[in-house]
């Protein structure tokens, strides 16, 4: 059984990562899947529960990660950006590269679901929403002074630069480099230094 509820998640998250929620179809997922509706109604229910599903796998377990990381940090008395930006930045950007080609199909999936209409996207911020405002409460400990639109927009740059890595960095790195892989922590610290400047 689930083994087939994963088979189930990971052709799904392939076809809303390609097509998107609203041009992923049940009945293409099923194809791929060679199975039934009847597996797709006894594991999920509607298309929308299962792409809360595919969604929740990974959210769940990363949004978790980065607020054990960022409770650690918070512990510090010399709060430091960068630290935060650490445990912003590492849960997701390993738990990708660990994947390998399936973490490729994943990067497309989260890139695609921060870029969804309404109401999808209404949906897919419901699991990030709480990793947001402790994110957005740790920026205001570690650089205070700043308006409270000025963290928010911070966050949400922030949280653009991730999201066009994954979803691009293959391509980007094809016009100056012949790596066939990346490196996770040269790529976060990247990430970090800029970061660290815009903010």
Not at 81 to 94: G, I
Not at 104 to 111: D, K
Not at 185 to 190: F, L, P, S, V
């Amino acid at each position: 059984m689930k083994k087939t509820r994963d088979q189930l998640l990971d052709i799904a998250e392939r076809h809303f990562a390609i097509y998107g929620f609203a041009g992923a179809t049940l009945r293409g997922i099923i194809k791929d899947a060679g199975t039934n509706v009847a597996s797709i109604a006894y594991h999920f229910g509607t298309k929308e529960d299962l792409f809360q599903a595919v969604l929740e796998r990974f959210a769940k377990p990363v949004v978790s990660q980065q607020l054990s990381k960022l409770e650690t940090e918070l512990q510090s008395k010399n709060l430091k950006l960068r630290n935060v930006l650490l445990a912003f930045y590492e849960p997701p950007m390993k738990m990708a590269h660990s994947l390998g080609k399936k973490g490729e199909i994943l990067s497309l999936f989260l890139g695609r679901s921060q870029t969804e209409p309404e109401p999808v996207f209404n949906e897919v911020d419901k699991h990030y929403a709480d990793c947001r405002d402790q994110f957005i409460k740790a920026f205001e400990r570690a650089l205070p002074g700043l308006t409270k639109e000025d963290y928010h927009w911070r966050f949400e740059f922030m949280l653009s630069l991730i999201v066009c890595f994954l979803t691009r960095q293959k391509q980007i790195r094809g016009r100056y480099e012949t790596r066939t892989d990346w490196n996770p922590d040269e790529a976060i610290n990247r990430m970090i230094s800029f970061c660290e400047s815009g903010f």
